[in-house]
């Protein structure tokens, strides 16, 4: 079975972390991000999956500025753990990230799997 999510946009990861005491810990742009998905994953009744599993991450940044596609992978995968889509990022063992034109505000689509069926849309577009 395969869970198709579509997400906003995440922080940048230069915003993604505060620091408290000389310490890391998550911005309020991070948390805030965190509550949104974890919020569309409880509307569409996620149950964690378990086992390997398959990630597909479309991005359409915000504007046409460089940006790094590893940098989106890492707060989206944490935010879907958070949401508890699945137990643990150690899960993820197939990670794909396509980056596509930008669209305002930006947008994030993200299929997510079992790693065994390998049912991943090979090709998708962002509307």
């Known amino acids: 079975m395969v869970t198709e999510f579509d997400l906003p946009y995440p922080p940048s990861v230069n915003h ?5 005491q000389g310490r890391p810990v998550l911005s309020k742009d991070a948390r805030t991000y965190r509550h ?3 919020r ?3 509307a569409k ?4 999956l378990m086992g390997p599993i398959a990630i597909r991450i479309d991005i359409a940044p915000p504007d046409d500025r460089r ?14 753990q958070h949401a508890g889509v699945f137990w643990d990022d150690s899960q993820v063992v197939w990670l794909l990230s ?6 305002p505000k930006g947008q994030i689509r993200v299929q997510i799997g079992d790693a065994e069926s390998q049912t991943l849309s090979p090709a ?4």
């Open 16 to 20: 993604y972390f505060s620091y408290y």
């Open 36 to 38: 949104q998905v974890r």
């Open 40 to 42: 569309i994953a409880i």
């Open 45 to 48: 009744g996620i149950r964690p």
């Open 67 to 80: 940006r790094d596609c590893d940098n989106v992978q890492k707060a989206v995968i944490d935010a879907l």
């Open 98 to 103: 396509i980056k596509h034109d930008s669209k």
């Open 124 to 127: 998708m577009e962002i509307a």
